[in-house]
């Protein structure tokens, strides 16, 4: 008799309820992203993996802890931006959009996403501005990086932003906003050791993982309490963090405040908070 694995048979369910869950919220929104810097933008409903978290995205709630990063960046837009993971689109695609001249060069080494992320590039009719490639180094960070007056570099790349974020090998980022996802539960000495190696040229903030309000949407006040929360859910490995990164060159007029979120004037933090 075959034994029954009660976990796997839980996972197996919760991932058959979310996509219920998702497909009705994607008609819904008739698959546009409803708040957040993003608001507006159009989604395909498809990933390239898992479900791509595609329901929070469509809600606008995904990474929410990086909407006041964004907005500040928006007060003096980058005029490049490297997309280092770039899956379906998310944020090359909404980054297109919130910075209408800037062109984004955005990495995957995914097949899949690359098309994925073209063809919602032009969904949003900003394939124009949109450059999709493969496998990202150092190297050629610091290429596409050149040439661009004021450069910003978002990162999530499972890991790999501990080999690519070196200033030593990709000399541009010395000069770049950089906004990368932690990967700590890869390698507990990521955020450790790119704090030490940015802290001299950039003012660091460390952004923890936040809570989430399902009852802010319509269509979710009426379901359940689990499938509320379920449709927020990023099925994150453990609490993570992201690092928030501005090169001192550029004095920086506001914060972000690491319990709300909200941007408020501050003094420069000399050294991160949070984790470290």
């Known amino acids: ?143 596409a990086l050149r040439g661009s007056l004021r450069p910003a570099v978002v990162c999530d790349c499972e890991g790999g932003e501990l080999e690519l974020l070196d200033p030593v090998r990709a000399p541009g980022l010395s000069r770049c906003n950089i906004l990368v996802e932690c990967h700590d539960f890869v390698n507990r000495s990521i955020s450790e050791t790119l704090v030490a190696r940015f802290q001299e040229s950039h003012v660091i903030d460390v952004i923890p993982e936040g809570p989430r309000d399902p009852n802010r949407f319509t269509p979710l006040r009426r379901m359940r309490s689990m499938d509320r929360w379920l449709a927020l859910c990023e099925f994150r490995p453990e609490s993570m963090n992201w690092l928030f990164m501005r090169p001192r060159n550029v004095a920086p007029t506001e914060v972000a405040d690491k319990k709300t979120g909200q941007l408020h004037q501050d003094s420069i933090q000399e050294e991160p908070s949070g984790i470290l």
């Open 1 to 143: 008799m075959t034994e029954i694995n009660i976990s796997d048979l839980f996972q197996a369910a919760i991932r058959v309820k979310r996509s219920e869950i998702t497909a009705e919220i994607y008609s819904w929104s008739r698959g546009m992203v409803q708040s957040g810097p993003f608001r507006g933008m159009r989604i395909l409903q498809a990933s390239s993996w898992g479900d791509g978290d595609l329901c929070p995205k469509i809600l606008g709630t995904y990474e929410s802890e990086l909407h006041s990063c964004l907005n500040l960046w928006i007060k003096t837009p980058p005029d490049s931006v490297i997309n280092i993971g770039c899956a379906e689109g998310y944020y090359a695609v909404g980054l297109a959009r919130l910075f209408d001249r800037a062109i984004i060069k955005a990495f995957d080494i995914s097949p899949a996403a690359r098309d994925l992320c073209q063809r919602n590039a032009t969904l949003n009719r900003v394939q124009d501005r949109i450059i999709v490639e493969g496998l990202c180094s150092p190297d050629i960070l610091d290429g």
